[in-house]
């Protein structure tokens, strides 16, 4: 079975924020404090792995929004970096959870760092006031906190920066990363995507939970996670909380939060898991290489077709072109509906199938003549039922499809559910057919006519059973008689079919067929009408019951 149908089944979704729940089109809002701008847009400008050719950046989201803002505030990013070459850079990682940058300054090794705002101050023993640099006092430190978290509050992804002079540049990056000068936060927005809380609630509404998890600060997972409609009374869970739960606390904790924040890869593989060991069923989301364990535990890997790396690609199970998380939503919905439209088909075939042995059958024990020609039969075997069951395929979903809950992946296919459909609708076939044959051969003893009868209330009878199919739970009016083009085009082809063998004499002696009076036109209608739609007549009374209750 292919991803997109696998989706179908799942039970939770386990998505990350940035580029799938927002836009991922990051944009510097805020420098704090103010007076240290400049300094700023520098350490951004000078740390930063994004690259500007011609009016293009090409890079990380944050980067560019760094680079654009150091643009918009006049400075030649080019030249600027040409200035001052790059000596060494230790890139992020998700445990340091900062990035350095080692470049030359007025003829001096300096280095630039930016990260979250915890693992970036904790290296911090200094603290730029202006032009003046003072101690990094205890005081000062939860000061910058607290902005940090009012600022989260607001849903902006908030980064410290911080630099430092040094005494040489072939330095480890543990040495490096000691004793830095607190510059400031930059406060970055990236506003969730349009219709995100839409397909959410449509998520909810399906039965599948969606569980956010991310690497930003809990607050601003938090306000996003309100923005988009994850807003419940849960608090929010950190990934230092997370490291602190055995697999059984875990598993207590996945079951009521469903926003996760400073996380690592290595998290969001524990989280998998013990939603696994609940019995649900799981796809997530990544693009990184750190992802891919994540990935390829989950029961649908989803990787990131536009920030994904090629290693994340390979451990999922199918990519989000797009990194939008509507268009995972359309994939539960697709899965769904070949999954659904796969059952329908198959039910159809086989309840023609049961049909055509009973009708046959009958006769035989009753030493009548048997209904079907040879020719007929063939027809009926080869192109007839497979055609009408394919047409099933092109089936439009239904109104209520996501309103149903996720199948149970280990479920038989033919479960009970089914095999009472196919019995009972297969009953209505073979009783109308075998009746309005019976009634012709008891009154007229001809075979020929006996057999067209059948013939042709095999072919009415079947065409109405199929539109009676299309949906177990809505009836016809609602479904619309137009909204499957394919099956109108095979109903039109039997209707042609069936008037040439009634009037063409070549094709009624190929088809050993007759014509046949008024009143056996009208008992075949009334007999496969009858035989067929009693159970949309069931529908139709299920269906207003239904609305009565809403009501």
């Not at 005494?167 to 607190?182: A, R």
């Not at 439009?396 to 280990?410: G, I, N, T, W, Y």
């Not at 075998?434 to 067209?452: E, F, H, R």
């Amino acid at each position: 079975m292919n991803g997109v149908e696998s989706l179908g089944s799942v039970t939770v979704i386990a998505t990350d924020k940035t580029g799938t729940l927002t836009e991922n089109r990051m944009e510097v809002v805020c420098y704090e404090p103010e007076k240290a701008k400049n300094r700023l847009l520098e350490i951004g400008l000078f740390n930063n792995d994004a690259v500007l050719d011609g009016d293009n950046f090409n890079g990380d989201a944050v980067d560019i929004a760094l680079l654009r803002s150091a643009c918009q505030s006049g400075l030649d990013v080019n030249a600027e970096r040409i200035a001052r070459p790059i000596f060494n850079e230790f890139t992020f990682d998700n445990n340091r959870k900062r990035m350095a940058t080692i470049r030359l300054k007025d003829g001096q090794p300096w280095v630039a760092v930016k990260g979250s705002p915890e693992t970036v101050l904790s290296q911090c023993t200094l603290v730029r006031d202006g032009d003046s640099v003072d101690l990094l006092t205890d005081t000062a430190r939860q000061s910058i906190l607290e902005r940090v978290s009012e600022l989260a509050a607001d849903g902006l992804r908030v980064l410290a920066f911080a630099e430092r002079n040094l005494p040489q540049p072939d330095l480890s990056q543990e040495k490096v990363e000691l004793d830095l000068t607190f510059t400031g936060l930059v406060g970055f927005q990236d506003p969730p995507r349009p219709v995100v809380r839409d397909a959410i609630a449509s998520c909810q509404l399906a039965g599948v939970r969606v569980i956010m998890i991310t690497g930003d600060h809990p607050l601003t997972a938090k306000a996003i996670g309100r923005q988009v409609g994850l807003d419940g009374d849960d608090s929010v869970v950190t990934g230092s909380e997370l490291d602190q739960l055995s697999d059984d606390q875990l598993k207590v904790v996945v079951k009521r939060s469903s926003i996760f924040a400073r996380t690592t890869p290595e998290h969001k593989l524990r989280i998998v898991q013990a939603l696994q060991a609940l019995g649900e069923r799981v796809a997530v989301t990544g693009d990184g290489v750190n992802d891919a364990p994540a990935l390829s535990a989950a029961d649908i890997g989803v990787a990131m077709g536009e920030t994904g790396t090629d290693v994340a690609r390979e451990a999922g199970d199918m990519v989000l072109m797009d990194d939008n998380f509507t268009t995972i939503v359309a994939a539960v919905k697709e899965g769904r509906l070949t999954y659904e439209n796969l059952k329908k088909g198959v039910r159809y075939y086989l309840t023609c199938k049961l049909a055509l042995v009973m009708i046959n059958l009958l006769p035989t024990l009753l030493l009548v003549p048997v209904p079907f020609a040879p020719v007929q039969i063939i027809l009926m075997e080869l192109f007839m039922d497979l055609m009408a069951a394919a047409s099933f395929v092109t089936e439009k979903p239904e109104a209520d499809l996501l309103k149903q809950k996720p199948r149970d992946p280990r479920a038989k296919f033919m479960d009970e559910g089914m095999t009472r459909s196919i019995v009972i609708s297969s009953l209505g076939l073979f009783i109308a057919v075998t009746v309005v044959y019976l009634l012709t051969w008891y009154n007229t003893k001809d075979t020929a006519t006996s057999q067209t009868v059948a013939f042709f209330g095999w072919l009415i009878g079947h065409v109405m059973l199929a539109f009676n199919m299309r949906s177990e739970r809505q009836p016809m009016f609602q479904l619309g008689l137009t909204s499957n083009r394919i099956m109108l085009i095979w109903t039109a082809a039997v209707g042609m079919f069936l008037i040439s063998i009634s009037t063409i004499p070549g094709a009624q002696t190929l088809m050993k067929t007759t014509t046949l009076t008024s009143s056996q036109w009208a008992i075949i209608l009334g007999a496969t009408f009858i035989g067929t739609f009693w159970l949309e007549i069931k529908k139709m009374i299920s269906y207003s019951n239904k609305n009565r209750r809403i009501i």
